[in-house]
């Protein structure tokens, strides 16, 4: 029968803690089990914790949804639609929303324009907070990054430089392509 062993010796009461519990748990079968357990204990609480930091879901708010409405009702009411509204002196509409949420987070690209449908725009595309019961721009990716010789690689450098601005944000919530 293998015992266990410490540096400190059989009378430790880290060896009598162990062998409390292995007697109490009914010997030989479950001594590897428990060890087992035991040693992969740290690795669960470290997963564990992961998940809790990075590991909220992300969510695609269907068209209709309570939460879809408030975050383009928010994004409405902020720059540069606000100043296209007064210019144009028409509601300005989204279409081909992609909105992705994680918690009070989400990333949005939608192509904005007038309810008449005689303007359109580029694509605004970026990210935005819910702060303060409103959901607030954080950063548009801007025309220097479609426009840069490597779209792609500028993407990636943007896309780095904001999730270092914004440490909050999970990391999966923005694409790894513009």
Known sequence: MERFS?????GSPEYRAVS???????GKAYKSAF???LLCLPL?????????AHG?????????????????????????????EKEKKQKVVFEKVTLRVSGEWA????????????WHSEPLTGLMHHTAGRWKVVEYVGDEVS???????????????LLKKNPECPP???????
């Open 44 to 52: 669960i609480v470290c997963l564990l914790g992961s998940v809790a």
């Open 20 to 26: 409390f519990w292995f007697t109490l748990l009914g």
């Open 172 to 178: 999966k919530l923005v694409p790894q392509k513009g």
């Open 6 to 10: 410490s540096s400190r010796g059989l």
């Open 56 to 84: 909220q879901q992300i969510t695609a708010p269907q068209p209709g949804t309570p939460l879809r409405q408030t975050i383009l009702d928010d994004l409405r009411t902020s720059e540069p639609t606000v100043s296209t």
């Open 147 to 161: 426009s840069a010789g490597n779209p792609a690689a500028a993407f990636q450098k943007w896309r780095a430089e």
């Open 35 to 37: 060890m087992k357990a």
């Open 107 to 118: 990333w949005v690209s939608v192509s904005p324009s007038t309810a008449d449908n005689k």
